[in-house]
């Protein structure tokens, strides 16, 4: 075809064969960022439809909202503290955060083994282990989006009502702490909850179920334990919701004040907090990666 | 340097044996793997991508050992899986985009070499939608886009006509061809079916229950042999007769002749005869084996 025939913007499509590419092939590290980041975006339902987006946002929009409110009284009214506490935050909202882990853990893990997308991840560089290292990485980062977007909101808040620096940032600290903790454990609990059952219903029921059981139980054997007296026993039933767990681990190593009444007694109870904690961000790891290594062999 | 070479693989489960001492030696080109069902063709594939780890023998690809080179082969080998592995939420475009930055692929190369490869195996305005509602053979072209968007070496498909119909299966089988000689990317594909392999396949293997049966090129198996086959117009009973008289060896086959013209004269005979018992004659075509007799009688000694 002669060249006068390329006008500019003529639009003709020219059939150039294949080729081929010699460009950079960017290593295991590379592949994992770009997957963590993918999954931190699907979280949320970035690059997804319309649809996708409506639930995680709706649930930020319900994290947030209280948070701005909270600041605008405290501002008006000129409170010397906020009502409600960095620590306390996110507990107080778990009912918000559960929801959103139990709609978005089946999002970010049970596509792959439900439309077995996971043959096509592990035909490529990536190994089992750093699939779930990223995939675990992007679920937590989106759940400490979630909780420390409001948490810093309100710290936020407590400055302009001209609260003292000085005051608010060992709590709001502290506070970080624990977003980052409730990330890792929640995060950990709702993938492996949701990649036993590649059903995505099924999956949300699961998850949002295991974690209003347990918080269910902690409530009623810590409510007998206190009601017996027993202080030391009454301490540890916050080892039986994630949500206790954390909030022991921020009361009893950081120093912050309990939500809720029961403090893990004394340093060994702290230690014992923080040692479950981290056992079961581990267990959770390592019961992905042996799930993935079932999912096709 | 031979694209995949096995020494002696061998893949138990527990009692059941999928692979069986496998010696093999495939050259770079586009070469079909048949076997029945459950032959042992998909286990074969995941021990070359270095995901199985084989019982004994040993295995390389591309010149890289797959026991201890797994992420080096991935890197540098396209896998289009037997099963289907499409989310139906994401478009083909998206999708073939986060597979090309899973090989490695900076993201700039990866939109370039997606919109490259989804015009390569056929797909147009389609590529924004969801693939929830492609039909079989986008599907499988999806398949095979996210196998070769990284510009592999090697590309492992397993039974990419699966569930074809005739017209997307003649397509599915013209672009592997143009994979292995316009692309210049070498092939193995898997497939139960030799007749389709046998006609963009520059070699054959042929494993059942784990073993090797035969391997050779397609020009061997079906090379020509010193048979015409011949139909004619009219009553062949005459014609038999002639030839037979002629000297010639024939044989009724139906409607056909087969006849043997090993002595190069034959053929003026059988024209000659023909013409003079004033019949026409249809067709004179040279023999040529079929890939089938492999396994009926030609494969039994293999």
């Known amino acids: 075809m002669p060249e006068t025939d390329d006008a500019p913007g003529t639009g003709a499509i020219h059939d150039i064969g294949y080729r081929h590419y010699d460009g950079p092939r960017l290593g295991a590290s590379y592949i994992r960022r770009s997957l963590f980041l993918d999954t931190l975006r699907g979280a949320f339902g970035l690059g997804r439809s319309a649809r996708s987006k409506v639930m995680p946002f709706l649930l930020l929009g319900v994290m947030v909202l209280p948070s701005v409110v909270i600041g605008i009284v405290a501002g008006y009214f000129g409170f010397d503290a906020l009502p409600l506490g960095y620590t306390e935050y996110v507990f107080t909202l778990q009912v918000a955060v559960t929801i959103f882990l139990g709609s978005q853990s089946p999002v970010v893990i049970s596509r792959d083994l439900r439309f077995q997308v996971a043959a096509l991840y592990f035909s490529r560089p990536l190994s089992r282990q750093e699939y779930v290292q990223a995939k675990y990485a992007g679920m937590a980062a989106a759940l400490f989006l979630l909780t420390a977007v409001p948490t810093t909101l309100l710290l936020a808040g407590a400055l302009l009502a001209e609260l003292p620096l000085a005051d608010q940032l060992p709590d709001y600290l502290r506070a970080m702490a624990g977003c980052g903790l409730y990330a890792l454990v929640l995060g950990g609990i709702g993938l492996v909850v949701a990649a036993m059952t590649p059903r995505r219903g099924l999956g949300v029921a699961a998850v949002v179920g295991v974690l209003l059981v347990l918080s269910g139980l902690q409530a009623s054997v810590g409510a007998l334990a206190s009601e017996f007296g027993n202080d030391t026993f009454s301490g540890y039933t916050g080892l039986i919701s994630p949500y206790t767990l954390v909030d022991g681990v921020v009361a009893g190593l950081l120093g912050a004040e309990s939500t809720i009444d029961q403090a893990p007694p004394g340093t060994w109870g702290a230690i014992v907090y923080l040692t479950v904690a981290l056992l079961l961000v581990v267990g959770c790891y390592a019961a992905l990666v042996a799930r993935f290594r079932k999912a096709l062999s | ?302």
């Open chain 2, 1 to 302: 340097m031979s694209l995949i070479n096995t020494q002696g693989l061998t893949k138990r489960y527990g009692a059941v044996v999928a692979v069986d001492g496998l010696t093999v030696d495939v050259e770079a080109g586009v070469t079909g793997l048949v076997g029945a069902n459950g032959a042992g063709k998909s286990t074969l594939l995941k021990i070359f991508l270095g995901l199985l780890t084989a019982t004994e023998g040993r295995a390389t690809v591309l010149g890289l050992d797959v026991a201890t080179k797994g992420p080096e082969i991935r890197e540098h080998v396209g896998y289009m899986p037997e099963h289907d592995c499409l989310p139906p939420d994401v478009s083909a475009t998206e999708f073939v985009v986060h597979m090309a930055r899973m090989s490695g692929l900076p993201t700039t190369s990866a939109r370039e070499r997606t919109a490259d490869i989804l015009r390569h195996v056929g797909l147009y305005e389609e590529r924004y939608r969801p693939m929830g509602d492609y039909s079989t053979g986008m599907r499988q072209r999806v398949k095979l886009a996210q196998a070769l968007v990284h510009d592999p070496g090697l590309v492992l498909l397993d039974e990419p006509t699966n569930g074809l119909d005739p017209a997307g299966r003649d397509d599915m089988l013209e672009l592997i061809r143009r994979i292995g000689t316009e692309f210049g990317i070498s092939v193995i594909v898997t497939s139960h079916l030799l007749g389709e392999l046998e006609r963009v396949c520059d070699g054959i293997v042929v494993i059942d229950a784990g073993r090797l049966l035969r391997h050779s090129t397609t020009a061997s198996v079906t090379a020509t042999t010193p048979i015409v086959t011949i139909e004619i117009d009219g009553e062949q009973a005459a014609l038999l007769g002639r030839l037979r008289e002629a000297g010639v060896s024939v044989v009724s086959d139906g409607r056909l002749l087969h006849v043997d013209v090993g002595d190069e004269a034959a053929y003026d005979i059988v024209r000659d005869t023909v013409a003079g018992l004033g019949l026409g004659l249809v067709r004179l075509e040279q023999r040529r084996h079929r890939m089938s007799e492999i396994f009926t009688g030609r494969g039994a000694d293999a």
